[in-house]
């Protein structure tokens, strides 16, 4: 029960981080280098999982 609240809490945090840096851009304020290098890491890991649409069909 406990590990599935803090799954939820962490992926929530997340998704916070994604749209303050999304935010940051659109008002064109720097990023840091960590916040940089973690949002290589999340868009590796997703981009593992997603499978292009050329194969499929």
Do not use: C, T, Y
């Not at 809490?9 to 008002?27: D, F, S, T, V, Y």
């Not at 916040?35 to 890491?41: F, G, S, T, Y």
């Amino acid at each position: 029960m406990l590990l599935k609240k803090f799954d939820e809490n962490k992926e929530a945090l997340m998704q916070i981080g994604r749209e303050a840096i999304a935010e940051r851009r659109r008002l064109g304020l720097p990023i840091s280098a960590k916040d940089l290098e973690n949002e290589a890491k999340d868009r590796a890991e997703h981009e593992e999982i997603r499978v292009p649409a050329a194969m499929r069909q």
